[in-house]
């Protein structure tokens, strides 16, 4: 996993100073280094049965539809509100300074589907734990959430409780 760290720019001071940001650009134009991170996370998936993958809006859209596709099932996208057109639901989850939404259409998960979640980083967890909360909602399973990067001393694992939970890039500081 290292050769996948060095291909990660780091940005210092982005977006505010005290922030280091971890530009996953740099991954993704690098043909051989987003096609390993892809298959990496597939074959976490080998052997587990999963009906579909739900990703959040906007970088898990990047991975979501790859390992969707891997996978031969469907892709379910998971938007701020507003932004998809037919019926939906939705969740709201808390930030550091006040809340923030995300929805999916209604029968975009079926009652007993088994759902891959999908995204690039998992941080504070609120966004994430609240995309398990919507399939959940719909009468979905979690299987496992899946992300590229966890920076792992922010704990956002915590708030995904019990559920399984696989980071392929884990940062400490």
Not at 46 to 59: M, P, W, Y
Request: aromatic letters at 8%; glycine letters at 10%; a negative charge.
């Amino acid at each position: 996993m290292e050769e996948l760290k060095k291909v990660i720019r780091e940005v210092p001071d982005f977006p505010k100073e005290g922030i280091l940001f971890y530009d996953i650009t740099t991954l993704l134009k690098d043909g051989p280094a987003f096609a390993k991170a892809v298959d990496i996370l597939c074959e976490r998936c080998e052997g587990k049965e999963i009906d579909g993958v739900v990703a959040i809006e906007a970088r898990g859209y990047i991975f979501g539809p790859a390992v969707a596709y891997r996978l031969g099932v469907g892709f379910v996208p998971m938007r701020k509100p507003g932004k998809l057109p037919a019926k939906t639901i939705q969740e709201t989850y808390d930030l550091e300074y006040g809340t923030d939404t995300i929805e999916m259409h209604e029968d975009a998960v079926q009652a007993g589907q088994k759902i891959l979640v999908v995204d690039d980083l998992l941080a504070t967890g609120g966004t994430a734990a609240a995309a398990c909360r919507l399939v959940e909602k719909a009468g979905g399973q979690v299987v496992e959430c899946c992300f590229l990067i966890e920076l792992s001393f922010l704990n956002g694992r915590d708030k995904l409780g019990s559920r399984e939970v696989f980071s392929l890039l884990k940062y400490d500081e």
